[in-house]
């Protein structure tokens, strides 16, 4: 099967003379140049967008979910609420667990509804943050006047969050409007500055200062906004970097990750690396230490390498001594940079990107001095094969 973007044409010789819709974004499923499955939304003037599948009876059902997956991307980056319908049950927790949300039942189906997320929600996951990491981070008491300035924004509520910044008066496009930052101080700029996904300003960077200007016009009484996504990027020092997302994986197979725990999903993903990537390395470079009842394992990991370990079965020590990584973890995808010690309970399995060369070591208490010894008393490969059994009946949208 190939799944490839829905043209006019091919909805059209899809559904013929049913093609009744003001417009449709959609993918379609291609089997030897004939279009057999249709996924993705439709419009009529004046009504809510739907969510449509449509397939022939001959589509496999793991190819259905692959389709469907695939127009959730799609419909994703349309950024407006879509509907959908479903009878049964397995139709109802299949579309919950792509996003959607109950709303009622009428006529013996359930009405269902997906909204696009908010986007500062999806830079919070971009980012491996936290609401809490972020308020900590912009509440800090280094918040001055620049008197040699005058700042022409007002402190009000804002809809978007909290307080924000209102221009006084109307700015013309281009116009640097304060500093954000200076001499390592920030004026309220770099304090109350919302974020938006399409802003109407953007920082500039002057030597170690940092600036507010206008990205486009901006009438008086609007708010002023940025991406903070582009505020991280220009403001290096605040060590504020995308996360490696390793749930991206989940696309190329129909499987929903949210229902396994940790491990689970960790050997999911490995399961996917083994089945789908090239280029796959069995071992990295490892050093061994023993002394005084402890073994510290401590392991070399090339930049862009995706590490899944060996399952630890006891209480643990860990250090990233360093480089930069991601790592998989209960609460989320952390980024997280040399140094760093934390502790791991037995039974865990780590999987994590290297964003630069690291080196990451574990600690174990052991009265053993054999290095092999060690590693079959203290490790495990595991065994992944019952995922294999996962993908023989995916659950799917009814046809």
Avoid at 217 to 239: H, L, P, S
Wanted: proline share 4%; hydrophobic share 40%; aromatic share 10%.
């Amino acid at each position: 099967m190939i799944i490839q973007r829905a043209t006019p044409d091919d909805l059209i010789a899809y559904y013929g003379a049913r093609f009744d819709y003001d417009s449709m974004e959609a993918v379609i499923a291609v089997y030897d140049g004939v279009i057999k499955g249709v996924a993705g939304v439709c419009r009529w003037k004046d009504k809510p967008s739907i969510a449509v599948t449509d397939f022939h009876d001959d589509v496999p059902k793991k190819d259905k979910v692959r389709l469907v997956r695939h127009s959730m991307t799609l419909i994703g980056q349309l950024n407006e609420p879509v509907w959908s319908t479903c009878v049964t049950d397995n139709d109802a927790k299949f579309l919950m667990r792509l996003g959607f949300t109950y709303q009622n039942f009428v006529g013996g189906r359930a009405v269902m509804k997906w909204e696009p997320e908010n986007d500062y929600q999806l830079f919070l996951k971009e980012y491996g943050l936290t609401e809490d990491q972020v308020q900590e981070m912009v509440q800090q008491d280094d918040v001055v006047s620049f008197s040699e300035e005058p700042f022409e924004l007002d402190l009000r509520p804002s809809d978007i969050h909290g307080l924000g910044l209102f221009a006084r008066n109307d700015i013309e496009s281009g116009r640097v409007i304060c500093v954000v930052r200076k001499n390592n101080m920030r004026s309220l700029a770099g304090r109350y500055v919302n974020h938006a996904k399409n802003p109407n300003c953007e920082f500039i960077r002057n030597a170690s200062d940092l600036y507010l200007k206008a990205s486009y016009n901006i009438n008086k009484d609007d708010e002023i906004t940025i991406n903070y996504r582009k505020g991280a990027e220009i403001n290096i020092e605040a060590g504020i970097v995308p996360v490696f997302d390793f749930s991206n994986f989940e696309a190329t197979i129909p499987l929903d990750l949210t229902q396994f725990t940790l491990r689970q999903k960790i050997e999911i993903i490995e399961w996917i690396m083994l089945k789908t990537m090239p280029n796959i390395v069995k071992d990295l470079p490892v050093n061994h230490f023993v002394h005084g009842g402890m073994y510290c394992r401590s392991l070399t990991i090339f930049k862009n390498v995706i590490l899944t370990g060996k399952i630890h079965l006891t209480d643990h020590i860990c250090s990233l001594d360093k480089g930069e990584i991601s790592v998989m973890m209960d609460n989320g995808i952390k980024r997280i940079s040399a140094p760093c010690t934390f502790k791991a309970s037995g039974g865990t399995k780590k999987i994590g990107y290297a964003h630069t060369e690291c080196i990451f070591t574990t600690y174990h208490a052991t009265e053993l001095t054999d290095i092999q010894e060690i590693e079959n008393t203290l490790f495990s490969d595991g065994d992944i094969s019952w995922v294999d059994s996962l993908f023989e009946e995916p659950v799917c949208l009814s046809a």
